[in-house]
C-alpha cells in the first residue's frame, strides 16, 4: 500500500469513527427526547382526568344548586322576570310611539 493510500484509508477510519459518535449521540438525544415525550404525556393524561373530574364536579354543583332552590325561590326569580318583561313592554310602547 503506498503512502497516498495509507493517508485516505486513515482519513477514511478517522471520518468513520466520527460518524459512529456522531450516531451514538444522536441515539442518546432520541432517548432523551422520547423519555420527556413520555413525561410529558403523562402530565397531560393526568390534566385531561382532572378536567374530566372538575367538570363532573362543576355538573353535580349545578344540579345540587338547582335542586336547593325552594318554591319561594322560584316564585320571587318569576315575579323578578315578570317585572323586566313588563319594563320592557312599557319601553316597546314609548318608541312606538
Known amino acids: 500500500m503506498t503512502e497516498e493510500q495509507q493517508k485516505i484509508l486513515t482519513s477514511f477510519e478517522t471520518r468513520v469513527r466520527q460518524l459512529m459518535l456522531f450516531c451514538d449521540s444522536l441515539k442518546r438525544e432520541k432517548a432523551e427526547l422520547e423519555n420527556a415525550l413520555e413525561i410529558k ?26 335542586i336547593s332552590f325552594g318554591k319561594t325561590d322560584i316564585k320571587g326569580a318569576k315575579q323578578k322576570l315578570s317585572g323586566l318583561v313588563r319594563e320592557i313592554d312599557k319601553c316597546i310602547a314609548l318608541l312606538n310611539e
Open 41 to 66: 404525556e403523562e402530565a397531560l393524561r393526568k390534566s385531561e382526568e382532572l378536567i374530566r373530574d372538575l367538570n363532573s364536579r362543576y355538573d353535580n354543583l349545578k344540579v345540587a344548586t338547582m
